[in-house]
């Protein structure tokens, strides 16, 4: 155990997760809608952080991120409409392949802009663009067999090349001596008689019984 204690191996062979590109991207979600008889200024957008779906597409050398996010159109507060806000991003990220793995971490709210209310002309209502932005942490990862220095300790099982015997089982005192009696209980004491106890365990008794009325 010593010698393997003060062994450092050079060649031991270990799977990598190496990382390709690791960035934190900001998402900006957007959308446009209709809004009737506006007279107020007071609009807001409250999203739904729960409905935020995300796909990651992973290109050469680039990571494509879609999704959208629900929200509530309040006016005055005042529930108005339901609205969906969408968006894609494009990140660089050098060396990435289609087959490499993407992930990203649970994406946080960074801030909801002020809805930005477009005129119409027809005046029929006016149009309002609604923006939130959102983070995430992508990591693009690759598996990659390396050698590493290590110190072995030891295994944590060093009988797992030997050969498994099975248990013997161990029948306690009372046990045995419970068998042995009910043993001796039906012996037909054979040795009286011309018979074989191992054979005819039973057969001892009925023969002397016989032998008896014959007589």
Same mark, same amino acid.
């Given at each position: 155990?010593?010698?393997?204690? &003060? ?7 270990? #799977? ?32 739904? +952080?729960?409905?935020?779906? =995300?796909?990651?597409? #992973? ?12 929200? *509530? ?15 894609? &991003? ?7 392949? /289609? ?9 946080? #709210?960074?801030?909801? #802009? /002020?809805?930005?209310?477009? +005129? ?31 110190? =072995? ?18 029948? /306690?005192? @009372?046990? @045995? ?7 001796? *209980? ?8 011309? !018979?074989?106890? &191992?054979?005819?365990?039973?057969? !001892?008794? @009925?023969? *002397?019984?016989?032998? *008896?009325?014959?007589?």
């Amino acid at each position: 155990m010593e010698k393997k204690n &003060e062994a450092c191996l050079k060649n031991e062979t270990v #799977l990598i997760q190496s990382i390709i590109c690791s960035k934190k991207v900001k998402l900006i979600a957007f959308a446009k809608t209709k809004l009737k008889k506006i007279s107020s200024r007071d609009i807001q957008f409250i999203p739904d +952080p729960s409905s935020i779906q =995300i796909t990651t597409t #992973l290109l050469k050398d680039l990571i494509v991120i879609q999704g959208f996010v629900k929200g *509530s159109v309040i006016v005055d507060g005042r529930f108005v409409k339901k609205v969906t806000l969408s968006f894609q &991003e494009e990140v660089i990220c050098e060396g990435a392949c /289609p087959g490499d793995e993407l992930k990203h971490t649970k994406p946080i #709210l960074e801030g909801i #802009l /002020p809805p930005q209310v477009i +005129p119409n002309e027809d005046h029929d209502g006016h149009f309002v663009l609604f923006k939130a932005i959102f983070s995430i942490q992508v990591t693009v990862v690759r598996e990659k067999i390396g050698t590493i220095c290590v110190t =072995i300790i030891g295994d944590i099982n060093e009988e797992r090349c030997k050969h498994q015997t099975p248990a013997t089982a161990v029948i /306690p005192f @009372e046990m @045995e001596k419970a068998i042995k009696d009910e043993s001796e *209980s039906h012996d037909c004491h054979c040795h009286y008689h011309d !018979c074989d106890e &191992e054979d005819f365990p039973c057969m !001892c008794e @009925e023969e *002397s019984e016989e032998k *008896s009325s014959t007589t």
